[in-house]
């Protein structure tokens, strides 16, 4: 068994062990949750009936969808169409040009003598010579004729009826398919004008000529209403929960579309889940890293710890895990009964609290993927919600009460939380729910809170035993004054037992003045001098009216007998299966000091006696706690000792003390510092000002009062 436990203890001190319990606790993650983060693939073939109603698991965006409706919006848009006026401009200066053209060649003809007067074909030729190939093409020469061969005046009064008339139609909006329309108001509006009817032909001619269509298409104001159509369309998505097919309908190639696009089909793998599985299992072993690795603590200890969280924590996943399997027969709320706090609570009650925290927040997590049959989607908060507020609730409670006996209790405050918080989940649901639901889930929440205590009651000792975990709740126990070494001391040496105390009130304070463990100072302290009780009566504090027995001793014998109250004291705390620690403090508590008193006695009588003779085996102290101890325990006893002590008496004494076991280097194997040592002796002083404190002295009372 022995040989067993050295093989462990060697274990454990093995550098690459955390990184191989870290390697552990991802793969326990990533394989419980596995299984839930799985894509679920349906074996459907186009065109079949499906067996049943299909939900889509996510929320997906239908690429396909969403361009046929933007290609839907964007031919939806009409041709966007612009007046323009410089158009009406343009073709009422073209109309006006004509008619100037023509009343030039008229002033032309009209200044030539009579014998030179050409012809009226001779002047159209030269109207349209002035005119560009265009018009000339467009107009025939007969339309300048009748304007040719009348007077100016009728010619101006022609040149503003055609002028005022396309210059009104045009005013409005003329699309190419009205050009018809506009062309014959003009000529129904020339038609009220007083002028001879060859006269009125040609102004007709020329006013249909000039209209032309002045509403015309905007490329650039479609492209923009088009794209502003294009942006106004919202990305169809396949919603998460939506039916995607009934129950009894064809599989037709538009749902057998959207079936693979929410990966529900058998040739389709995706790796996402699985990529985000490892990101989630990587945050939360971050987190784990985070607080481990933080602390300086020796190795063995350090992979101690982790081993016995991952325990914890692969207990918890796989009651989870377990209980799950239920949730395939149809008992889809059946995650409200895991005992999930009870992980929280060994965390809390064994190694942290706000490591205990952080797991609350890991269990939910994984709690709302494990359980997450029959919701949509990959998380089932219900659950999540339900086990953070559970596990919160015991590591708050357990926070203010580190009594075994206060786990049960526990136990029922979780239940009554438990009981709330689904409480609250049933009314922000709003849902309609039977009694027998309502009672079920009660009844559910009550188990889970009862049977984490239960669990938690049942594992702790064998967690305590097997990783050598000194709890706050075992503490507490320990410094039970019915514990029988404590009752030993307190019956058989009462005057170590007060010593013991006091060491124990010193201890404590420095301790957490520096940062170190002042209840396990405390209650170690109680135990440090167990054993005196084997030879009570040769140690001064318990020698109350009887002669020193050292004054018949030898210096020798008397220093064997001191000295062995160490190993006595081992040898009993190792017998009843004390924590190592109080080993460790009663063994270390001496370190290798000198006992001044005896080896300058027997230095008197032989000069040839070395120091290490008498002095103790030792080891020195290794932790601050031993070394608080260890001064401590001089410091009560040297003050104890002091006549009339004052504030500064007892103050010299403690910095002598403290300085003579640094020259002596009782302190070089613990990691204490030199601020950490000023800081313990101004406890030590404060404490024991308040201890021996000055008090009034009464007079003495005389005769006659006596006699009163």
């Known amino acids: 068994m022995k040989k067993t436990n050295r093989i462990v203890e060697k274990f454990k001190e093995y550098r690459f062990l955390y990184v191989f319990l870290y390697a552990i606790l991802a793969v326990v993650i990533f394989v419980a949750l596995y299984s839930n983060v799985k894509p679920e693939t349906l074996d459907i073939e186009l065109f079949t009936v499906s067996d049943e109603t299909i ?72 109207v349209q010579e002035k005119l560009t190939p265009s018009i000339n093409k ?23 009826a055609v002028v005022t008339v396309v210059n009104n139609v045009m005013s409005k909006e003329i699309p190419i398919v009205q050009l018809t329309e506009a062309k014959k108001q003009v000529e129904e509006e020339l038609q009220y004008t007083s002028m001879r009817t060859e006269i009125m032909d040609s102004a007709i001619f020329l006013a249909r000529f000039a209209i032309t269509p002045n509403y015309v298409f905007d490329l650039t104001a479609t492209e923009e209403q088009r794209q502003l159509a294009i942006d106004g369309v919202k990305e169809a998505q396949i919603k998460q ?69 991952c325990l914890i924590f692969a207990i918890t996943i796989l ?18 009964i895991v005992p999930v706090a009870m992980g929280v609570m060994l965390v809390k009650l064994l190694l942290n609290e706000r490591l205990a925290i952080w797991t609350s927040m890991i269990f939910a997590v994984c709690g709302s993927v494990i359980f997450n049959e029959g919701v949509t989607g990959s998380f089932n ?38 009981i709330l918080a689904l409480t609250a989940i049933m009314l922000i649901r709003n849902g309609g729910y039977s009694n027998v639901e309502i009672s ?34 075992k503490l ?107 080993i460790d403090i009663a063994e270390q508590h001496h370190g290798t000091t000198l006992l001044k008193y005896f080896y300058h006695q027997a230095k008197q ?49 403690v910095r002598s003390i403290i300085s003579d076991r640094l020259q002596d280097h009782q302190l070089d194997e613990c990691d204490i510092t030199l601020k950490e040592l000023d800081i313990i002796a101004k406890s030590f002083c404060e404490s024991l000002k308040g201890i021996f404190h000055s008090r009034i002295e009464y007079p003495e009372l005389t005769k006659k009062q006596k006699v009163k």
């Open 55 to 126: 939900y889509a698991p996510a929320t997906v965006e239908d690429k396909v969808e969403t361009e046929r409706k933007r290609q839907e919006a964007y031919d939806s848009v009409e041709d966007q169409y612009v007046l323009k006026k410089e158009i009406t401009e343009k073709q009422v200066d073209l109309i006006s040009s004509i008619f100037d053209t023509v009343i030039e060649v008229r002033k032309e003809e009209a200044a030539n003598s009579d014998s030179a007067k050409p012809t009226v074909e001779e002047q159209v030729e030269k």
């Open 138 to 160: 467009k107009i025939p020469g007969e339309t300048f004729l009748p304007l040719l061969e009348t007077t100016d005046d009728e010619v101006v009064l022609a040149k503003d």
């Open 241 to 309: 929960g939506q039916i995607l097919v009934e129950e009894n309908e064809l599989i037709n190639r538009e749902i057998y579309r959207k079936l693979g696009l929410v990966g529900l089909l058998d040739d389709q793998q995706s790796m996402k889940p699985f990529l985000g599985l490892g990101i989630f299992v990587l945050l939360i072993i971050s987190g784990v890293v985070y607080f481990f690795e933080k602390k300086d603590s020796p190795i063995s200890k350090k992979n101690n710890f982790l081993l016995l969280y």
């Open 319 to 336: 009651l989870m895990k377990i209980i799950s399997l239920f949730q395939k027969i149809d008992y889809t709320h059946i995650g409200y």
């Open 381 to 418: 908060f219900s659950v999540g919600i339900y086990y953070l507020f559970g596990c919160l609730a015991a590591v708050l409670f357990l926070g203010e009460h580190n009594l075994r006996s206060k786990i049960l209790q526990a136990g029922l405050f979780v239940a009554g939380v438990n």
């Open 440 to 473: 079920s889930y009660f009844i559910m929440a009550c188990v889970s809170g009862l049977v984490s205590s239960v669990l938690t009651i049942g594992f702790m000792p064998f967690f305590e035993t097997g990783f050598g975990i000194l709890s706050t709740m």
């Open 476 to 582: 507490i126990e320990l410094s039970n004054p019915n514990h029988p070494l404590l009752r030993k001391i307190l019956t058989e040496t009462p005057g170590t037992y007060h010593h013991s105390v006091m060491v124990a009130n010193l201890s404590e304070s420095a301790c957490e003045a520096i940062g170190a463990n002042g209840l396990l100072a405390r209650v170690a302290a109680y135990y440090h001098d167990i054993g005196k009780t084997k030879r009570p009566r040769y140690f001064i504090e318990n020698q109350m009216n009887i002669e020193n027995p050292h004054n018949k001793l030898s210096a020798q014998l008397s220093k064997n007998i001191i000295i062995a109250h160490v190993t006595d004291g081992v040898e009993m705390l190792r017998k009843h299966k004390m924590p190592k620690e109080f």
């Open 605 to 653: 009588s032989n000069d040839s006696i070395y120091e290490d003779e008498f002095r103790y085996p030792g080891p020195k102290p290794q932790t601050k706690e031993i070394a608080i101890i260890s001064i401590a325990d001089s410091v009560e006893a040297a003050v104890r000792s002091m006549a009339n002590p004052s504030p500064e008496k007892i103050e010299k004494l």
